[in-house]
């Protein structure tokens, strides 16, 4: 995933913000095709993700950003090539009402080109700690379309739950653990159902003030219609560098 941000004051208060998003999911060597007599397929996705739209930030310090978001996804694999197109306008709003926390509430409607341009609520609520504070707790649920490469292709609605604490030892080494539950239907018809039950621990140790080192272990349980749950454990080493 290549990542970029950049925002244009026109004011004290109001300003001008864009952010850019490039992932690309390749499948490697497929060791299992079928589960039964259920086919089970993987798609190489690449996605597209842009937001755009104006902010305004109050007096409290509070923020607002009117966002439009165009995601642009194509998916390939068993033979077929299925594009993925999504417009939604989902304005974002950051406020520090609660004392010591963060809120993020988002709410709007995304609307999809390859069923019918039919529209879904599409929203987030999160909450966390301020930063400042050496152990930060966050708390997020979201619904959103998204592509699906994995099982029909195509369009998903993900309903998301997601836990985690990060906690820092000292300035150079962080530890963060998180949960997350997924429930994803495909759309425009419920006819494909996939759920994800992920939990994670995240090592990091920054080399220097743009270089970090991580390791973790990931385990994932995964079940979809007509197939029975299996598991996945992953344990990666990172080496990570950020230009600012």
Do not use: C
Not at 181 to 186: G, I, L, T
Not at 226 to 240: E, N, P
């Amino acid at each position: 995933t290549v990542q970029a941000q950049s925002e244009y004051s026109l004011s004290r208060l109001v300003g001008l913000r864009s952010d850019y998003s490039y992932s690309l999911y390749k499948v490697g060597q497929i060791f299992l095709s079928s589960l039964g007599a259920v086919p089970v397929s993987f798609f190489d996705t690449s996605i597209h993700n842009v937001a755009v739209g104006p902010t305004y930030r109050f007096e409290g310090g509070d923020t607002l950003f009117l966002k439009y978001n165009y995601v642009a996804a194509e998916t390939s694999g068993q033979g077929v090539s299925i594009r993925y197109t999504a417009h939604a306008i989902a304005p974002e709003y950051i406020t520090k009402v609660i004392p010591g926390w963060l809120v993020t509430i988002s709410a709007g409607a995304t609307l999809v080109e390859q069923v019918q341009n039919r529209s879904f609520f599409s929203g987030k609520f999160a909450l966390s700690t301020n930063y400042e504070r050496p152990t930060r707790l966050q708390i997020s649920l979201s619904r959103q379309a998204a592509p699906a490469f994995f099982g029909t292709g195509g369009a998903l609605m993900s309903n998301a739950a997601q836990l985690s604490i990060t906690h820092g030892f000292s300035k150079v080494l962080r530890l963060t653990v998180s949960g997350n539950y997924a429930y994803n239907e495909s759309a425009p018809v419920d006819v494909f159902t996939f759920k994800s039950i992920t939990g994670s621990a995240l090592l990091e140790y920054k080399i220097t003030r743009s270089t970090v080192l991580a390791l973790s272990q990931d385990y994932n349980q995964f079940s979809y219609t007509g197939v029975s749950t299996f598991d996945r454990y992953a344990t990666m080493f990172t080496l990570r560098t950020e230009w600012k």
